[in-house]
Structures are given as structure tokens and as C-alpha cells.
């Protein structure tokens, strides 16, 4: 599967930006699907994942701010934005074989399939 994200830019603090992530090559319904974040000097980390059954997954950090959900793409919903939210995102795509439809890996090694970064910036 090849995954295209968009949607970054600068913005406000206290703005919204919505990320895209569409597939080609499979169906969402196989996939557990993730966006991470990538700062510099810091760890490419998950802030929200939807497992193939639709459960989701927040991190801390994003909780009640960020709200991931998908159509015929994936979106990632970025409300009340903060500077530390600056990072560039990148969405991520790993087969879920079997009955596993509230599984949603957690680690970027997990992933297989990876869409190119779009850069978001917060500005204070």
C-alpha cells in the first residue's frame, strides 16, 4: 500500500489544521493505521492510531485536542494547537491479519508502510 499525507502548514497557536492520509494499493479495512510525529532531536512518536475495527488511540498529549478518523482517507483532526505540536507528521499503515480488530500498534517499528512527512509549525 502507498500512502500520501497532506495537509501541513503554519498556523497559530490555539488554531486548527486537518492532515489527510489517503491509501492506494489496499483497503483501510485490513489496516491499522497511525499518525506519528517526528521533532527534531526527538523520537518519531505516535499521537493517534485507529485500529481496523475503528477503535482509536490518543496519546497523552493530544488527548481531547486531536481526533483521528477515516472515510475513503484518513484524517487527522488538529484542534487548539500548540507550539509543542510543532513536528512533522507522518501517517502509517501495518496489516492486522486475523481477528485483531481493536489492535492498533503503538511503535514506528511496527509499521511497515509509510507516507512522506508534512510539516506542521505552531507558531507562539
Known amino acids: 500500500v502507498q500512502l500520501q499525507a497532506s495537509g501541513g502548514g503554519l498556523v497559530q497557536a490555539g488554531g486548527s489544521l486537518r492532515l489527510s492520509c489517503a491509501a492506494s494499493?489496499?483497503?483501510?479495512?485490513?489496516?491499522?493505521m497511525g499518525w506519528f510525529r517526528q521533532a527534531p532531536g526527538n523520537q518519531r512518536e505516535l499521537v493517534a492510531g485507529l485500529s481496523k475495527g475503528g477503535v482509536t488511540y490518543y496519546a497523552d498529549s493530544v488527548k481531547g485536542r486531536f481526533t483521528i478518523y477515516k472515510d475513503n482517507v484518513v484524517w487527522l483532526q488538529m484542534n487548539s494547537l500548540k507550539p509543542e505540536d510543532t513536528a512533522v507528521y507522518y501517517c502509517a499503515a501495518e496489516r492486522i491479519y486475523g481477528p485483531n480488530y481493536d489492535y492498533t500498534p503503538k511503535s514506528a517499528m511496527e509499521y511497515h508502510y509509510w507516507g512522506q512527512g508534512t510539516l506542521v509549525t505552531v507558531s507562539s
Open positions: 494499493g489496499g483497503t483501510f479495512s485490513m489496516y491499522a
